[in-house]
């Protein structure tokens, strides 16, 4: 095995058994905490793939926004701290729902997995990266021929923060 | 021996030393700053154990190791046992960017003094990760965990709004460290550290002049960011006790300030990197002496949070929301426009006119900061609220 | 290039050993005395009053809430950052590019203060 391959086993552990502890947990806290291993794995993921901008946006944005907002939720929401609430999940449906997941999986990846894998032979061969890396490029891309969606970007934000007072304002008595 | 051996040996080697240094600095600045409010204070501060009382955090982090372990009967034992490292590890890993020195060049290979930095020897080259500060950014936000999953696992109320409280100053303040260093990025081009340190050195002058509103911003929410003192309203003991960290005891209770400590040191490291020039001084590049120059530096960074420490009285925690959103997120974004102007419609001067416009900005934001905070304190509640009390009654009681 | 993440694993393997190493260690040389008061909540000396979790204020989740929103657009920034030296004649279009894109953050910002979000009383 490569550096490369062994690096994706030991952050895909990471990633699917943390994933499996958030489906599996009864405390809703704890199974938030095990989100962010989840989302850390992903970001070690988008390191393997060269990704490193977006691998900073997924910890800083996943990790270090959205996951607290759920967190404050569940401290927010006082019934559910602390409480062992029983898990809707039942061990019972995972074991008759994984190898139905796993059919299609296997379905998808001999759909996907040929085309890919002479793109990665391609990147093998590749030389050696110069010293610049993808993030000139990735900003490049974004900000001359995607400029629309980019700035498309800014509208959504506007209208997530008109949601955000909408949902979470306090009306002044 | 392969060269990726060679590579794995040298980064050790510097992982240690800077580790080190970060765990030098550490007990020096705990050491230095009950010296320096002793003498803001008029008192002799520690001085038994050691020469000067230089030993003292050393014989304090001792005491703290011996001491029981409690661990309350409500806790949820996991998450509380977890909390601390969470806020330690990240901590720590933020070191991994910050250059403390250029390249050295040994033989036929060449690496720079920094974990992540460069490395180029026979049949090897690993570039600086490209990504740079925004690490840092990355393992700031990750230390918000330790601080609600403390206050939260503590089982006790004044830990849980503590803990609430701290981590949405993290937030808040986050946003205007984030925007405030975008500025230098701008005028040097790349977000890595190295390279911010080079176009300093290219331009012939520190960033602390054209960037002169960001370097305020920075700092000041730099001090927020990791709950320094006048932002520090953990340790808020009238209205919380102590905060999320009420609950621990031991070591467990120091790894806090432990952590507090090392983002200490790690803020002033990115504050001296990207507004002091970082590791270089202007005529000197022998390179065996540029960690001199970065811990100097840092020492002076170091000082002025413990000197801001000694001299200014705790915001509340309404006057502290405010500041963030309304003060400091805007003036940080005008900041970056008007550097952005610059950069754009004058080409061919473009650090002269930013460094002109860049002090003549940092002097207007510093009056228009302090009306607006005087003003802000001024107005701080509706005048029907306000109650009038009777001067000079001794002994009157509310 | 994977080789330049091994020295930050060896980083997080050193943080990891000392955060871990004292945690043991102080296990191991603190005493364990445990009694009923020493460990009940601590509330400055007081027998504890009411539930060890109270409810909390909307406003701290509406804060996270701005947060993520506002840490999206701020790192929208950072590519725009680093190409900007180095886009030549490019540069008047990347800054009105941005131009735009604050500006239409900043009607948000100017609606949530209006309503008062960024208020904390």
């Keep these: 095995m490569t550096l490369h391959q062994i690096a994706f086993a030991a952050v895909a552990a990471v990633t699917l058994i943390s994933a499996v502890f958030v489906v599996i947990l009864p405390n809703i806290l704890r199974a938030a905490l095990f989100l962010v291993f989840t989302f850390l794995g992903v970001a070690g993921l988008y390191v393997l793939l060269n990704a490193e901008f977006l691998a900073a946006m997924q910890v800083l944005i996943y990790i270090g926004a959205i996951t607290v907002l759920i967190m404050f939720g569940i401290v927010l929401t006082q019934q559910l701290m602390g409480a062992r609430i029983r898990q809707a999940t039942q061990v019972r449906m995972v074991v008759i729902a994984l190898p139905v997941v796993l059919i299609a999986f296997a379905g998808l990846a001999k759909t996907f997995i040929r085309p890919f894998a002479s793109a990665g032979e391609h990147v093998a061969a590749a030389p050696a990266p110069v010293d610049a890396g993808t993030l000139h490029q990735l900003a490049r891309m974004l900000l001359q021929p995607y400029v629309l969606p980019f700035e498309l970007a800014s509208l959504i934000l506007l209208a997530a923060l008109v949601g955000a007072i909408v949902i979470a304002k306090e009306e002044k008595d | 021996m392969p060269e990726i051996l060679v590579f794995l040996l040298i980064k050790l080697i510097l992982v240690i030393v800077i580790f080190a240094l970060w765990m030098t600095m550490v007990p020096l600045l705990i050491w230095l700053e009950r010296k320096v409010i002793a003498d803001i204070q008029v008192r002799l501060g520690p001085n038994r154990v050691g020469p000067f009382g230089l030993l003292q955090p050393i014989a304090d982090a001792i005491k703290l190791i011996m001491k029981e372990d409690i661990t309350p009967a409500l806790v949820d034992k996991w998450v509380y046992g977890l909390a601390p490292a969470m806020l330690m590890v990240p901590a720590f890993l933020a070191i991994a960017v910050i250059p403390i020195g250029g390249v050295v060049t040994i033989g036929e290979r060449s690496f720079a003094l920094q974990i992540m930095g460069l490395y180029r020897g026979p049949g090897l080259f690993v570039p600086e990760l490209d990504a740079g500060i925004l690490l840092v950014l990355a393992l700031s936000s990750l230390g918000v965990y330790g601080v609600v999953l403390s206050g939260w696992s503590s089982a006790n109320k004044y830990s849980l709004l503590g803990g609430m409280r701290s981590s949405a100053q993290m937030l808040s303040y986050e946003l205007p460290l984030g925007v405030a260093l975008v500025g230098p990025l701008l005028l040097a081009g790349t977000l890595r550290l190295n390279g911010v340190v080079e176009a300093q050195a290219d331009y012939g002058i520190w960033f602390i002049v054209p960037q002169l509103v960001a370097f305020a911003i920075f700092l000041m929410s730099g001090t927020a960011e990791i709950n320094r003192s006048p932002f520090d309203l953990p340790e808020a003991e009238q209205e919380l006790i102590g905060g999320y960290h009420t609950e621990y005891s031991s070591f467990r209770f120091a790894m806090f300030f432990m952590a507090e400590y090392v983002n200490m040191v790690t803020i002033s490291a990115v504050a001296a990197t990207f507004f002091l020039g970082g590791y270089r001084l202007f005529f000197n590049d022998i390179v065996w002496l540029q960690p001199v120059w970065f811990v100097l530096k840092l020492m002076a960074f170091l000082y002025l949070f413990i000197w801001v420490r000694g001299t200014l009285p705790r915001v509340r925690y309404d006057q502290l929301m405010k500041l963030g959103w309304k003060v400091f997120l805007p003036v940080a974004l005008g900041n970056l426009l008007v550097t952005g102007l610059v950069i754009a419609f004058s080409p061919a001067n473009t650090i002269l006119v930013m460094s002109i416009v860049g002090a003549l900005l940092g002097i207007a934001t510093f009056f228009g900061l302090s009306y607006a905070i005087v003003y802000g304190l001024r107005r701080r509640r509706p005048e029907s609220e306000r109650r009038v009390v009777e001067p000079t009654r001794a002994g009157v009681s509310e | ?121």
């Design chain 3, 1 to 121: 290039m994977l080789v330049q993440y091994l020295p930050f694993l060896v980083l997080f393997i050193v943080a990891v050993a000392f955060a871990g190493g004292a945690m043991v260690l102080s296990r191991l040389l603190g005493p364990k005395r445990p009694s009923a008061t020493k460990l009940e909540p601590y509330e400055s000396g007081m027998v504890p009053i009411g539930g060890t979790r109270g409810r909390f204020p909307i406003r701290f989740y509406l804060v996270a809430l701005l947060f993520i929103l506002f840490d999206i657009e701020i790192i929208f920034l950072y590519p725009w950052a680093v190409i900007f030296l180095e886009a030549g004649a490019a540069r008047v279009f990347l800054f009105f590019e941005i131009l735009v894109f604050l500006g239409v953050i900043t009607v948000g910002y100017v609606y949530i203060w209006r309503k008062g979000a960024l208020d904390w009383e």
